[in-house]
């Protein structure tokens, strides 16, 4: 398996971007049936922050999102072409950012 997925964190992050269509709660729990760390490794760091804002990148990924096109009328492709290549860049840095402070801080 680890010669056709050159890291775990490609993997961390490929969840991230379903979690924009598929709920959050399913696919961490399949996370954790998948990986054995340890309770307070940083890979299950990385895997909520992948999880929780991956969701942000279509409106429907969340419940805020859902609530907010009933309340605020937001149009879904109206958001889907203003704003969620937005969601994904802020996402990619974000996870950028903690792969940097993984890497050279803990």
Not at 14 to 34: E, Q, R, T
Not at 57 to 86: N, T
Request: proline share 2%.
């Amino acid at each position: 398996m680890a010669a056709k997925i050159p890291s775990q964190e490609i993997v961390v992050l490929l969840l991230g971007v379903f979690s924009a269509i598929i709920d959050n709660v399913p696919l961490v729990a399949a996370a954790m049936g998948m990986y054995d760390f340890a309770l307070d490794d940083t890979m299950w760091h990385f895997i909520a922050y992948s999880a929780g804002t991956g969701g942000s990148m279509l409106i429907i990924g969340s419940a805020a999102g859902v609530a907010a096109m009933g309340m605020e009328r937001i149009d879904f492709i109206w958001f889907l072409k203003k704003i969620s290549w937005l969601a994904f860049l802020g996402f990619i840095s974000g996870a950028l950012v903690f792969l940097a402070l993984q890497a050279y801080v803990f």
